[in-house]
């Protein structure tokens, strides 16, 4: 079969960018260098984009796991612009399909099953998939956000002035354009650019399978680190509605710290989150999981493999216990019916239930500890 036709000028922007920033940046920070201001507002630069991509573009516009106010979508489409990584509405559509046919190589636009080569830049070299390049019909909804419709329409010319104008403003400023062209220009959009590749590429193939080993998609807190909280991806291929993709206090994501800042500033609304029981027993079935693969391979596994299945059985059955009385006392909280929480015979069930749950997941740690 013949491959598709190159796209000569994807090739040539991707290439040119590149060697600027590898080879003109640090020849001009040995003859020249680069001050403080030019490498702080470079970095700030960098961080709109990429939060512009990763608040609005994906978690907002593509997966809709909350709501935001008019000048919050004006921002994130300013910043995705200046990211230079095509309108919402092309991203968007995109990234739906991806999630939609994960690993297909004949659907799945980024497929890591392609390679690593394939899913970070190559898809985007040749034109794979021409017929449905201007197919919007998985993004009706994004096009009444008038928003999203009017970045559509006027996203080449957004591009240029923000990408040309904002360097060469402050260059101007700061008295220094070379610097800034090359600094907040040229570096800045090819660390936004691969950065955010990695979660097409590197997130699909280095890292944990905490949720599901159904598809490809891998946690990795490196990764989180380099892409504003995306590397946590097997957990949101799982959970795609969720607002968060780190959900423990202490998993860097400053995207969903950003968003939930911006709710308490009333800039956004119904932020989504997965049931926690939902959460456990999805870690669950994959420690089972792995615990029983590897169990397979010990000489007479099978008086192990039924503990192993019993004690999975049990802790499943005490989580749903849990979680139904924890949701029956949440209701019963908002409906102001629980006043007397000290005395609230609902309160110790819960309680009771809760130490019961904890109790089995040691007892399940301990059983599964030398198989994970």
Not at 180 to 204: E, M, Y
């Amino acid at each position: 079969m013949n491959k598709p036709r190159i796209l000569w000028l994807n090739v040539l922007f991707f290439l040119s960018t590149f060697l600027l920033a590898a080879i003109a940046v640090p020849y001009r920070a040995i003859t020249h260098g680069f001050d403080a201001s030019e490498i702080m507002f470079a970095l700030l630069c960098f961080i709109f984009c990429g939060m512009s991509i990763t608040a609005g573009y994906h978690r907002l516009w593509s997966h809709k796991t909350y709501q935001a106010h008019w000048s919050l979508r004006f921002i994130f489409a300013l910043g995705g612009a200046f990211a230079l990584q095509n309108s919402i509405l092309h991203w968007s559509s995109d990234h739906r399909i991806h999630h939609k046919h994960v690993d297909n190589n004949d659907k799945d636009p980024y497929s890591a099953k392609m390679g690593f080569w394939y899913s970070h830049l190559g898809w985007m070299l040749r034109e794979y998939h021409p017929t449905t390049y201007d197919d919007y019909n998985n993004v009706r909804d994004l096009q009444k956000d008038p928003i999203v419709i009017w970045q559509h329409k006027y996203y080449l010319l957004l591009t240029l002035l923000l990408n040309i104008g904002i360097p060469l403003f402050f260059g101007f400023w700061h008295g220094d354009i070379i610097n800034s062209i090359l600094l907040v220009g040229f570096l800045r959009l090819v660390l936004s650019h691969h950065t955010t590749f990695f979660i097409n590429s590197l997130a699909h193939i280095w890292g944990k399978q905490t949720y599901s080993d159904k598809n490809s998609a891998r946690d990795n807190g490196f990764l989180a680190f380099l892409t504003f909280g995306e590397g946590y991806h097997n957990f949101h291929h799982i959970f795609e509605n969720d607002y968060r993709n780190g959900i423990r206090w202490w998993q860097f994501d400053p995207t969903k710290w950003l968003i939930k800042s911006c709710e308490y500033l009333g800039l956004t609304s119904k932020l989504r989150i997965s049931p926690e029981d939902r959460l456990e027993k999805a870690k669950l079935a994959m420690t089972l999981k792995r615990s029983q693969q590897k169990l397979a391979t010990y000489p007479n596994p099978e008086k192990m493999l039924e503990r192993l299945q019993s004690e999975y059985d049990l802790l499943i059955v005490k989580i749903n216990e849990y979680y139904a009385v924890h949701k029956q006392l949440l209701s019963e909280r908002k409906k102001e019916l629980v006043n007397d929480v000290e005395n609230s015979e609902l309160i110790k069930t819960c309680l009771e239930l809760k130490k019961c749950v904890a109790e089995q997941q040691r007892s399940w740690k301990l059983l599964t500890a030398k198989f994970v």
